[in-house]
């Protein structure tokens, strides 16, 4: 699947979020990063071709008083039409948002007290015009704040976004995870880090293999249950 991610930052280079997920988007295949800021003047017909040549198209951007940031904002006024002979129908549409508060404070009767559904409306909108498929946002709570961990959670997630079908299932994450594992072994020189890879893929692979065995073994429960009327 060919990706798309418009970042809508005004100043990418300065922004230690953008570059991290920047390195993350560069390990994988099929990715086009598009910085609206290296571009003082839109070239519309461009824009539009690069629009229509993804499968998925992703907005990135933080979040700036609640909502997009100017760039971004002018970007959609000036490369979108209004009429719906522009046909995006079809493509997936996803938004990968960062924000400094934190992720507690846009619940009901919170600092914030708006939800992320709410604040983004006008992007589900927007795809529902364009007859476009609108996945789950992926949402970057307080990257500043985050530990080593957290970050490399994040830069899996991340990825697991920009590549897999949408809903993701566990299922879905540990098959992409082994790919990854078999890629990076066959890459590495290193005698003993191929070790300690493989003992991790095999890991993951019999823990993959209880799932689906479990999976099964729900799936028949609920199949007796059906057939004794319960």
């Not at 970057?140 to 079908?165: G, K, M, S, V």
């Amino acid at each position: 699947m060919k990706t798309l991610i418009i970042v809508g930052h005004p100043q990418p280079g300065n922004s230690e979020t953008q570059e991290f997920l920047k390195t993350s988007a560069s390990l994988l295949k099929n990715i086009t990063w598009h910085e609206l800021a290296a571009e003082p003047v839109f070239k519309i017909n461009d824009e539009r071709n690069l629009l229509m040549d993804q499968q998925r198209i992703i907005l990135q951007f933080p979040l700036y008083w609640y909502s997009a940031p100017a760039l971004l904002k002018k970007w959609l006024d000036d490369v979108l039409p209004e009429s719906t002979g522009f046909n995006l129908r079809g493509k997936e549409f996803g938004l990968v948002v960062s924000f400094s508060h934190a992720a507690s404070e846009f619940q009901l009767g919170e600092r914030v007290g708006y939800s992320f559904a709410e604040l983004l409306s006008p992007f589900a909108a927007l795809a529902k015009h364009f007859q476009m498929q609108l996945l789950p946002p992926f949402l970057i709570e307080r990257f500043a704040y985050q530990t080593q961990l957290q970050r490399q959670h994040l830069l899996l997630a991340y990825q697991q976004f920009l590549e897999l079908p949408q809903p993701q299932s566990f299922a879905m994450q540990e098959s992409w995870f082994l790919q990854k594992l078999t890629g990076l072994i066959d890459q590495t020189e290193d005698s003993r880090l191929q070790q300690r890879l493989n003992l991790i893929k095999q890991q993951v692979a019999e823990n993959q293999t209880e799932l689906a065995e479990l999976t099964q073994m729900v799936h028949d429960f609920r199949e007796d249950d059906s057939l004794n009327g319960k």
